[in-house]
């Protein structure tokens, strides 16, 4: 197990250097600059700000110093919100994104893997078709739509819940279940195909014949083996709801991550998009090295090598 963890932590040093270069050379390649939207700024005046923020040095030199900087969580200066760091906006707007997407992973797992489980259990049956439709719908349908369509109907229409930012324990229902919407439908297929594959197994039928209970052998031997898909994509998962979904963030006004990666994207704020597209990526790195410990724990015959 050590040896494993050094092994995936170098790969992980290595996958993230990667992004940092990718991104860093990509925004370095992309047309214009971040001074070009500011208003009735002369030339000697964007020059001053590109000496300021080192934008005026070889591309080389930029480059070793922000690997530098960024190997000790120093991704600068934002160059749009002014007297403040990257990290300080990253450490302030993630709490918010992870607040909510905390909550969206749990109300995913809690409905997702009972209703998958009962949706194999009742094969054939008008149950299983009804979760299949709503399962389908939930990842078919955008989380645009999603949100649109609550907004208009408990905020505008049935005037129940609010419709902008966190402010009460309320303002949290629309969008976790925006955000939790595709997870959980994604996560009753996964567990409704991978419970009809296990419950066919010869070590099931054993179960049945030595006269288990179908709640004992279908909680205590099929769900252990067949909850496995679902912790594998608990790790994207996890990373991709706890950072927040950009355009649920945007829809609903919440001050997360996800919103401030759309202001740095239209107002070329550089050193932003760099440090959270690194940020999010040192963190789904580390939710997939946690699943598959976690993969070990829940079935150890599987061997991390």
């Known amino acids: 197990m050590g040896k494993y963890i050094l092994k995936r932590a170098i790969l992980a040093i290595v996958t993230i250097w990667l992004v940092a270069t990718i991104t860093f050379c990509l925004m370095n390649l992309v047309p214009g600059g971040p001074f070009l939207s500011e208003k009735a700024i002369s030339p000697a005046a964007t020059q001053a ?13 930029r480059y070793l110093t922000y690997i530098k900087g960024a190997a000790h969580l120093d991704f600068g200066d934002s160059l749009k919100q002014r007297g403040r760091t990257v990290m300080d906006i990253i450490s302030s707007k993630f709490p918010v994104s992870a607040r909510v997407g905390g909550i969206a992973v749990l109300v995913s797992l809690l409905l997702g893997v009972p209703l998958g489980v009962l949706a194999a259990y009742k094969r054939g049956t008008w149950v299983d078709s009804l979760f299949s439709v709503i399962a389908t719908c939930g990842i078919a349908v955008p989380s645009f739509v999603i949100c649109t369509l609550l907004m208009y109907a408990f905020g505008v229409r049935m005037k129940l819940l609010p419709t902008l930012g966190l402010a009460s324990p309320k303002h949290y229902i629309m969008p976790v279940f925006a955000l939790a919407a595709y997870p959980t439908s994604y996560i009753m297929r996964l567990m409704r195909s991978s419970m009809l594959d296990v419950l066919g197994q010869d070590y099931m039928r054993t179960a049945k014949a030595k006269g288990l209970s179908q709640r004992v052998s279908l909680f205590k031997h099929a769900l252990r083996n067949a909850i496995l898909p679902v912790i594998t994509y608990l790790g994207p998962m996890i990373a ?66």
Do not use: C, W
């Open 49 to 61: 700000l590109e000496a300021k923020y080192g934008l005026d040095k070889p591309f080389f030199e």
């Open 240 to 305: 991709y709801t706890l950072t927040g979904s950009f355009i649920v963030e945007k829809i609903f006004t919440i001050p997360g991550l996800g919103g401030e990666f759309i202001k740095a994207i239209n107002g070329r704020d550089y050193t932003m998009i760099m440090g959270t597209t690194i940020f999010l990526a040192t963190f789904m790195i580390i939710m997939n090295v946690v699943v598959d410990i976690v993969y070990k724990i829940v079935d150890p015959r599987i061997t991390l090598k």
